[in-house]
């Protein structure tokens, strides 16, 4: 199901999206102007899925990545800067713009909730699987928008291999 749902994507699948914050727009260096403007600077998840051409366009490119490389210090980070905004810039129009990775960031805080043997239950799946989100999957309406989920801790992995065959449904 996963494998069939990548390839048969007309889009990679890379958040990216302008965030008016210190976690944002507040990383951008004026430094990188004018080939990086701050209206095209992105943020994104650093969990994201590229097409081959666009995995392709972005370890090929050297332009971006030398000026994110000098400029991109220090609380700023490649995967969750450098990527969404290259997408933003040059491949925008393949971009589906979402993840495909559930996260839980309810807490609050610099990093999203983590979860361990205790919390995973029946339900605790079921309501992430059937969570209420609609998204856009080749021009149509899904309730199918992630594939994955983290954060999960080590004590998470016997409770979550004993679901396999009931929830996960392999």
């Not at 990216?16 to 998840?45: A, C, V």
């Amino acid at each position: 199901m996963v494998y069939n749902y990548l390839m048969n994507s007309v889009h990679s699948f890379v958040d990216s999206f302008d965030e008016n914050t210190p976690q944002g727009r507040g990383r951008y260096s004026r430094h990188m102007f004018p080939d990086i403007r701050l209206y095209q600077w992105r943020k994104g998840s650093q969990w994201f899925e590229a097409s081959r051409k666009l995995a392709v366009g972005l370890v090929a490119e050297t332009k971006f990545y030398v000026i994110f490389k000098k400029y991109c210090l220090p609380s700023c980070y490649p995967d969750e800067h450098y990527i969404p905004t290259y997408v933003n810039m040059f491949y925008g129009e393949v971009n589906a713009n979402r993840s495909v990775t559930w996260v839980d960031w309810s807490r609050g805080g610099p990093h999203p909730a983590t979860y361990g043997g205790s919390d995973i239950t029946t339900g605790f799946i079921r309501a992430i699987r059937d969570n209420g989100t609609f998204c856009m999957y080749n021009s149509n309406p899904t309730t199918v928008c992630f594939l994955f989920a983290r954060k999960f801790a080590p004590s998470a992995l016997q409770p979550l291999l004993n679901l396999t065959s009931t929830v996960l449904e392999f």
